[in-house]
């Protein structure tokens, strides 16, 4: 199966998608408009080849592609918002489609009147549940919530805890994330900071790069993982790739109770789930100061991570995978 990711879009996304594809798949359309670093592939390339990952681009413009040469694309509705050339070819259907949206609460306001008509009845993948009604709002019959895959790699990768820290991880946090601290939860990171001075670790891939391999030797090293966010509107949280990776890497974990999308699913036994600061660093002590303790917790993530790996969700988008075929040949995809 030829499968296309259509550019631009994320980095984070081509590389999810390239571990739910072990067979491969190419990167398609020109970069984006602005050369916003997170969108030029080719600054991955060898990281992924490292990782065993199949990635190829095709960064030619729309004009010069074929999309009936793949059997699937998978269209980010972000690209609309990257690229003003896609509005010019956005309405060919030349190919199976999924359509994926990683922030966008509904389409109705960035996307044409074609594109919508042409994609409703396509699958949706969305980030984050609270979207979904607006989707099914606008006219889209097949709405889906499904989990990003973890790369075997976090998976394989021995824990340590041998650094006595708690990590945070959040890029941008202060160059273009706005001005409320709280949004993403700076300001209890930094109760956090005060309480554990010198054993606390922000990690801001904005400010120090880190190669996804890199990444995971972080994570291997660190005693605790900390996710603050919180939702904003009307209850957006996406499952952060942050948190699934620190799962996969048995780590401890910390978070929020919070709605939209509440992280105290996957936690049970492995970490606290919480709005109470002083509870979320007497777990933090304990870990910080007893390895083992914090070893038992990190293995019962990796258990509940399992669920993000490969094996365990390509058959569950092997049954969406179908539903864009049969949306594809349908009649009325035919026009």
Not at 5 to 31: C, D, I, N, Y
Not at 135 to 150: L, M
Not at 196 to 214: A, I, K, M, N, Q
């Amino acid at each position: 199966m030829k499968v296309g990711v259509l550019s631009p879009t994320t980095w984070q996304l081509v590389e999810k998608m390239a571990v739910l594809f072990p067979e491969g798949l190419e990167v398609v359309g020109p970069l984006a408009d602005d050369g916003h670093y997170w969108n030029d592939y080719r600054r991955k390339i060898g990281e992924w080849e490292e990782l065993g990952l199949r990635v190829s681009l095709n960064l030619a413009p729309y004009g010069s592609v074929d999309f009936h040469a793949y059997d699937l694309l998978i269209e980010s509705v972000e690209t609309f918002a990257y690229s003003r050339e896609w509005r010019e070819h956005c309405e060919r259907f030349e190919c199976p489609i999924l359509l994926k949206a990683c922030w966008t609460r509904s389409p109705l306001h960035l996307v044409p009147p074609a594109y919508l008509a042409k994609t409703r009845t396509v699958p949706v993948l969305l980030e984050m549940p609270a979207h979904a009604p607006d989707w099914r709002a606008a006219g889209y019959r097949d709405v889906n919530v499904i989990a990003n895959p973890v790369g075997q790699w976090w998976y394989e990768r021995e824990w340590t805890g041998e650094n006595e820290q708690a990590l945070f991880v959040l890029s941008g946090a202060r160059d273009w994330r706005g001005d409320d601290p709280s949004r993403f939860g700076l300001e209890i990171w930094d109760e956090i900071c005060r309480e554990f001075p010198g054993r606390t670790h922000h990690h801001d891939g904005h400010v120090s790069y880190l190669t996804s391999r890199e990444m995971t030797d972080l994570f291997g090293r660190s005693r605790v993982f900390v996710n603050l966010d919180r939702p904003f509107g009307q209850g957006e949280r996406p499952l952060t790739l942050a948190f699934t990776e620190a799962l996969s890497a048995g780590l401890p974990v910390v978070a929020r109770d919070l709605s939209g999308l509440s992280y105290k699913i996957l936690i049970d036994g492995n970490g606290v789930c919480t709005n109470d600061v002083r509870a979320m660093c007497d777990f933090i002590d304990r870990c910080l100061t007893d390895r083992e303790f914090a070893r038992v917790r990190g293995r019962r993530s990796r258990e509940i991570a399992a669920a993000f790996s490969q094996a365990r969700l390509r058959p569950q988008y092997d049954e969406i995978i179908e539903r864009a075929r049969e949306a594809y040949t349908a009649p009325s995809a035919r026009g």
